[in-house]
């Protein structure tokens, strides 16, 4: 079933982290945040991006990278039942 697009979004993660393609620190990991900084995925503030290009613009455009990498990664509000 498709989720509705509003339950759906972006975060841009450190690469490693939960979620990622490459997926290494198992529950755990880093994103961007809605202040731009880095934050932990588990506080719930990470920023949300309407599409991966948005995410990837956004970058494009943010001085956080530096050493980090990150991957954009597709979200979805769980479906409470």
Same mark, same amino acid.
């Given at each position: 079933? !498709? !989720?509705?697009?509003?339950?759906?979004?972006?975060?841009?993660?450190?690469?490693?982290?939960? @979620?990622?393609?490459?997926?290494?620190?198992?529950? %755990?990991?880093?994103? %961007? $945040?809605? +202040? @731009?900084?880095? *934050?932990? %995925?588990?506080? $719930?503030? #990470?920023?949300?991006?309407?599409?991966? !290009?948005? #995410?990837?613009? /956004?970058?494009?455009?943010?001085? %956080?990278?530096? +050493? /980090?990498?990150?991957?954009?990664?597709? *979200?979805?509000?769980?479906?409470?039942?």
């Amino acid at each position: 079933m !498709q !989720q509705p697009a509003e339950s759906c979004w972006y975060e841009l993660r450190v690469v490693g982290s939960v @979620g990622t393609s490459t997926e290494t620190a198992g529950s %755990i990991g880093i994103a %961007i $945040g809605e +202040n @731009g900084r880095l *934050c932990a %995925i588990s506080s $719930g503030t #990470a920023k949300r991006f309407p599409t991966e !290009q948005a #995410a990837v613009d /956004y970058l494009s455009t943010s001085s %956080i990278p530096g +050493n /980090y990498r990150f991957e954009a990664v597709r *979200c979805v509000k769980p479906v409470r039942r």
